[in-house]
């Protein structure tokens, strides 16, 4: 009987088209549960039907749209009858100095890349909340606890992105839905190729900070060590488990440089606690709430 539930899951993924969204699209289907998958073109995503229209359903999807993400997880819900996870991950990346970008090109980035978890997330809440249960897998990134420069305005999408999925998880534990942030390394997608990352037209004087890493992600474009297909069966043991992880690293790389992140971050605090600790009304007791 546990491994009849396991295997009825539905899964709603955006970005189904290329990336991590494909490869957990198809290890979704191969694992045996049921797929939701939705691109803006969905010519791109009709393959992932073959398994049979009892098994797959394809929906376009442009995730900056919060009336079409209704209208898709709506229809989603009355497909299939519930929604058990939602995998948020439509994305893209665009490299440049913040100088170099424009406000609009800032605006489209976080449009997309957070803005369209928030419209995914809002849509499937009602549906989640009634049932009282369901997981948000939420793609953040590396560059969501790292910052990257030449890549502000994706980093600052993916630290909202974070941050409002760290708040959901306080908000619907009790509800019985979980929330897990994925935080992938450079994996060997097609998230910088010309057809998907955006590339800014260089400054010279950005040459030493932005230009260096414009060079080194063009260098590991094709090489990346992350495997999708592996990540994809990482998102779907997190799922699976009982207790799953409210943020999930993928990769060696996501693992060292967050580690090193996070320990520079508590030096940091500790050298500057003396003053940070003046900054009180005398006798004034800390009170913050969930603390």
């Known amino acids: 009987m546990a491994e009849q539930r396991r295997k009825q ?15 957990l699209s198809e290890a979704v289907l191969d694992h045996g549960d049921r797929l939701v998958a939705t691109a803006r073109h969905i010519d791109d995503i009709r393959a992932l039907t073959n ?3 009892e098994r797959a359903l394809a929906l376009p999807l442009d995730v900056t749209n919060a009336t079409a ?28 100095a913040i100088e170099e970008l424009s406000e609009a090109e800032l605006r489209q980035q976080v449009e997309v890349d957070f803005f369209g ?14 049932q009282r249960s369901g997981h948000f897998v939420q793609m953040s990134s590396l560059n969501g606890v790292e910052p990257l420069p030449g890549g502000a305005f994706y980093t600052a999408a993916k630290f909202a992105v974070k941050g409002f999925s760290e708040s959901l998880a306080g908000e619907v534990g009790h509800l019985g839905i979980k929330v897990t ?16 990352a955006k590339w800014s037209r260089p400054m010279d004087d950005y040459d030493a900070s932005v230009g260096q890493v414009r060079r080194t992600l063009r260098q590991i474009d094709g090489k990346q060590p992350g495997d999708p297909a592996r990540a994809a069966q990482a998102i779907i043991e997190v799922v699976e488990a009982e207790n799953p992880p409210l943020r999930l690293p993928l990769g060696q790389i996501a693992l060292d440089h967050i580690r090193a992140m996070l320990d520079a971050e508590a030096r940091e605090l500790e050298t500057w606690a003396h003053l940070s600790a003046t900054t009180d009304f005398k006798h004034a007791r800390a009170s913050q709430p969930n603390q």
């Open 9 to 23: 899951r539905v899964w709603f993924v955006t970005g189904s088209s290329s990336g991590f969204g494909r490869a």
């Open 51 to 53: 398994h049979g229209r």
């Open 69 to 96: 993400a209704k209208e898709a997880v709506n229809e989603a819900v009355e497909y299939f009858g519930r929604l058990d996870v939602v995998f948020n991950n439509a994305g893209y990346g665009h490299v440049g």
């Open 117 to 130: 978890v928030v419209n995914v997330t809002r849509a499937a809440l009602p549906h989640m909340r009634k």
């Open 181 to 196: 942030i994925v935080e992938p390394a450079p994996f060997r997608t097609r998230f910088l190729s010309n057809e998907s």
